[in-house]
């Protein structure tokens, strides 16, 4: 009995294995099951726990990133007030009508009197001689755009993925400074850290600088190192229920005595917290001015007590967590895209990074080698060998994160749109992604035009 018994389960396992393998197939090339796992990866580490940078050392890095390039923003250390020059230098820098043709979704070209009409939403004529500087927090995830406006455009191929006027997100609790509103004042210019653009009104909280500078500095914090944390279901406060936290937010961490729970019988809206995460979360008044509220996070979600520690297995694991979600152009579809991937996995440590892949790739910090068209394919394929896992690859428009070599092949995991590669008649075969997926460097295009190795110009290492 016991031999069958062994002899069903061999057979069990085994027919398991089979039928998974079975239900497996893509059209990546080199792909296989098992490196759809961070635990693949993981174990090919050598010193996967060691600490990286420390937390300070990582404070200082992004010091200097902020020092080195200029797109980035401390906003304490904005002016009080634009002028009324200045302001429009920034409105024709973030909202300028483009130079080629766009589309709307069926086809039919936005015509000079439709971005006539865009244009006017920027409320130009209402800019005053001075404008004093607003600040504010975020209270929902909330789309940053190029125009005040909800509409969809496209360029001429019409990818109706690629919305562009889509320009990136801003999370729960980020703090902004407000420029200007919208003709219709439903939308705001806003600085964030490292982006301008149009975000709707009601997702901004309007509070004092130093209100909201000292939220962002609070201490002790948690940070979400989940892909998307919820807070918990809340029936007295519904600006905070199952409210969604990307990766990498950073939030004030209270406890029940701070909040005088105890003399309430231990509860938080109605719930102990004793199995939660209490958090300060900001909630924007009727009147848009900014207040805080106390708000639950369940234990079992994905949060830690400070940044989290800056290793190679955590790099790995934390970039896995995005495995399969849709790509998002400019963080669209609530998503990412290839630079916000790259932006939330290591804001989860405390980096702070530019927001476009030109940007970081041609940016000074961190430790680079860079290529032209003058470096070979075996100059590129030694930098890569010699690559550390973490090491993002910078191509024109994108970036992937280096995961290893596999059978003399270079991996990597990245968030990406389209899929090309040669195949073995000669043609071209180009596929969809739309995804963050694992694949392989060599076999596959950039573009149908250049492989990737071809197109790779910088290596940066943030170690």
Not at 95 to 122: C, H, I, M, N
Not at 220 to 246: H, I, M, W
Request: proline share 5%; with cysteine.
């Amino acid at each position: 009995m016991r031999k069958l018994l062994l002899l069903l389960c061999c057979w069990c396992s085994a027919t398991v294995a089979a039928f998974a393998e079975e239900q497996f197939s893509t059209d990546v090339p080199l792909l296989r099951q098992e490196q759809l796992n961070s635990t693949f990866w993981q174990t090919t580490l050598t010193a996967a726990d060691k600490l990286l940078l420390s937390t300070e050392q990582i404070a200082a890095r992004t010091q200097q990133i902020f020092n080195q390039q200029s797109e980035m923003q401390l906003l304490q250390n904005l002016p009080t007030h634009y002028s009324k020059a200045e302001l429009a230098a920034i409105l024709q820098a973030v909202s300028s009508v483009p130079k080629t043709p766009r589309f709307y979704a069926d086809g039919t070209e936005v015509t000079p009197k439709q971005w006539q009409g865009y244009t006017a939403l920027l409320a130009q004529k209402q800019l005053k001689p001075q404008t004093a500087i607003q600040f504010g927090l975020v209270v929902k995830r909330t789309a940053l755009r190029a125009f005040p406006t909800d509409d969809r455009v496209f360029n001429a191929q019409l990818n109706t993925d690629l919305d562009r006027f889509a320009e990136t997100a801003l999370f729960v609790a980020d703090a902004v400074a407000v420029l200007h509103q919208s003709q219709d004042k439903q939308w705001l210019l806003v600085h964030s850290f490292n982006y301008t653009g149009w975000v709707k009104a009601a997702d901004i909280a309007i509070g004092s600088k130093e209100q909201v500078l000292a939220y962002t500095a609070k201490a002790p914090f948690l940070v979400t190192t989940g892909a998307k944390v919820r807070t918990a279901y809340n029936p007295e406060v519904a600006a905070v229920s199952e409210l969604q936290l990307d990766m990498g937010i950073r939030l004030p961490q209270l406890n029940a005595a701070e909040i005088g729970a105890a003399e309430t019988g231990f509860k938080v809206h109605g719930q102990n917290p004793a199995a939660s995460y209490i958090v300060q979360l900001p909630l924007r008044r009727t009147d848009g001015s900014l207040a805080f509220t106390a708000a639950l996070i369940p234990r079992s979600e994905d949060m830690h007590q400070g940044y989290l520690p800056f290793t190679a297995s955590n790099i790995v694991a934390q970039a896995f967590k995005f495995l399969g979600e849709r790509y998002g152009w400019g963080h669209d579809y609530n998503g990412r895209d290839c630079t916000g991937f790259i932006g939330e996995i290591f804001r989860s440590f405390g980096f702070l990074m530019p927001r476009n892949s030109g940007q970081q790739g041609n940016g000074s910090y961190g430790r680079n080698i860079r290529f032209d068209s003058q470096s070979s394919k075996d100059e590129k394929l030694t930098a890569i060998q010699q690559a550390q896992v973490g090491d993002l690859l910078y191509f024109p428009g994108h970036v992937s994160l280096y995961l290893g070599m596999l059978d003399e092949q270079p991996f990597m995991i990245h968030d990406v749109n389209t899929l090309v590669y040669p195949t073995a008649n000669g043609g071209l075969y180009v596929g969809t992604l739309n995804g963050v997926v694992v694949t392989p460097l060599l076999p596959l295009h950039a573009n149908p035009e250049q492989s990737y190795l071809d197109a790779l110009y910088a290596i940066k290492s943030l170690r």
